[in-house]
């Protein structure tokens, strides 16, 4: 039982920056990997950037150079800070957490980049 809420989308134009949040609650130690995931409108989720338990990274690599992820101290938060934003950045950024046997996720956060 994990809950997850994302947090920081807005509405951003070209070129600019956004630092989105998790919080996580729940039973987070039973949490071996947090990430993000985005969804394009009438697109299929795909994978940003992931994190271990043991502090392991994963990028997309079409983002890596532009997208960070990160955890705080605490367990129960990671974050994505987002660079030179583009238009095609455009779309609903989703945290996940996962462990194994189960798949946690949240609501999404709104990013809109402007032309």
């Known amino acids: 039982q994990v ?6 989308g ?18 987070i130690e039973s949490i071996d990997t947090m990430g993000w995931y985005f969804q394009a409108p ?16 994963k ?5 890596k150079v532009r997208f960070t992820i990160s955890r705080g101290n605490a367990k129960d938060t990671v974050y994505l800070q987002m660079n ?3 238009p095609e950045d455009t779309g609903v950024y989703y945290c996940n957490a996962a462990r194994y ?9 709104l990013v809109t980049v402007s032309s």
């Open 59 to 63: 990028y997309a690599d079409s983002l």
């Open 84 to 86: 030179s934003l583009k």
């Open 42 to 57: 009438g697109k299929q989720r795909e994978l940003v950037a992931a994190i271990s338990s043991g502090g392991g990274v």
């Open 3 to 8: 809950q997850l809420q994302e947090s920081g």
């Open 10 to 27: 807005a509405l951003v134009q070209f070129g600019g920056s956004l630092r989105l949040s998790c919080a996580a609650s729940g039973s």
């Open 101 to 109: 046997g189960a798949d946690y996720w949240g609501k999404g956060t």
